[in-house]
């Protein structure tokens, strides 16, 4: 089965993988391959990490930028060089702007203009490691939708897996009424992020389903035209006119997320949603290394705590037991 919405009938030039075998002497690797991480094995995973390296770099940025200017400005300056570059890309690559099935691009695209924004504030209010890892309590909230809408399993592993990456949060939020006043984050900024893990795994499942007949690009487009009027509307009461400085990096987020979007939703049509979602962890390392090296963050132990509780989330969440 091919998938359609391009020339050709194909989505990438390539038809969408066979399901996983349910029977390993069923599996088309052989017997050395199979053995193989999946890492190396896994055209999807491999496009979700390089999504996550981008992703952590865009990151850093808006951290930068909330500095100076309010974040919905970030995300209407991202907005603008999305559009751009979708547009341009569209064109040349001579692919219908307006994708098969609106209404889910239309939803789609809403749903992550929520996700971005929630996402981009807690960026701009946390330290960069910290909002990273609670934006990475997403992959268990996907393991959920998906069960729901894409009937994928969910069972006990899952359970504990949502159970995990909410203590995670836990660690890293360290409300007050846990752990004393003074300690804790910024409880507006915590929730924004939360809130953008959750809308996240939204557009994820939306995507594994968009990727059967959209192209990535056109996906990313339907975003970025509801984020550009919103944030364009939303920024003009608090706008800060913007030096040269200001522009680059506003330019440098839009590429790299463009970059880390065009890559997961690639990487997303190639894997099960709550599958896929997990592998984008590393981007944690990548952001806590960039908050060591330019921003002289240096995550203490709850920091540590919390990680490892939200990774064991992810891999509880996502993982196949074994038969």
């Not at 007050?176 to 893990?197: I, Q, R, S, T, Y």
Request: hydrophobic share 50%; aromatic share 12%.
């Amino acid at each position: 089965m091919t998938c359609k919405g391009h020339r050709g009938g194909k989505i990438f030039g390539v038809k969408p993988p066979s399901p996983a075998p349910s029977n390993p002497s069923d599996a088309s690797f052989t017997v050395s391959s199979s053995r193989l991480p999946d890492l190396l094995t896994s055209p999807g995973l491999r496009w979700i990490i390089f999504g996550a390296f981008w992703f952590s770099l865009s990151s850093l940025l808006v951290n930068v930028a909330g500095g100076s200017l309010p974040f919905m400005e970030i995300v209407f300056g991202r907005s603008v060089v999305g559009c751009v570059l979708c547009w341009v890309l569209l064109r040349h690559g001579g692919i219908p702007l307006r994708g098969n099935r609106e209404k889910l691009l239309w939803l789609r695209g809403a749903l992550g203009f929520i996700a971005l924004s929630s996402t981009f504030y807690s960026l701009a209010h946390l330290p960069l490691a910290d909002a990273i890892v609670l934006f990475y309590v997403y992959p268990s909230f996907t393991a959920v939708l998906s069960h729901i809408v894409h009937k994928e399993s969910f069972n006990r592993r899952q359970a504990t897996g949502l159970v995990c990456s909410f203590g995670g949060a836990v660690c890293i939020a360290r409300p007050e009424f846990l752990f004393g006043a003074g300690v804790g984050l910024d409880p507006l900024a915590v929730a924004a992020g939360l809130c953008g893990a959750f809308f996240t795994a939204m557009t994820m499942v939306l995507i594994r389903e968009l990727g059967r007949t959209e192209q990535p690009l056109v996906i990313i487009l339907y975003l970025c035209l509801i984020a550009l009027p919103v944030s364009l509307l939303a920024s003009v009461p608090v706008w800060i006119p913007l030096n040269i400085l200001d522009i680059v990096i506003l330019a440098g987020i839009g590429i790299l997320t463009q970059c880390g979007q065009y890559s997961f939703a690639r990487g997303m049509f190639l894997e099960p949603a709550g599958r896929g979602a997990s592998a984008g962890y590393l981007q944690i390392l990548f952001s806590a290394f960039w908050g060591w090296l330019f921003l002289n963050e240096v995550p203490g132990p709850m920091f540590a705590a919390g990680t490892a509780c939200i990774l064991c989330g992810a891999f509880f969440s996502t993982s196949r037991p074994r038969k």
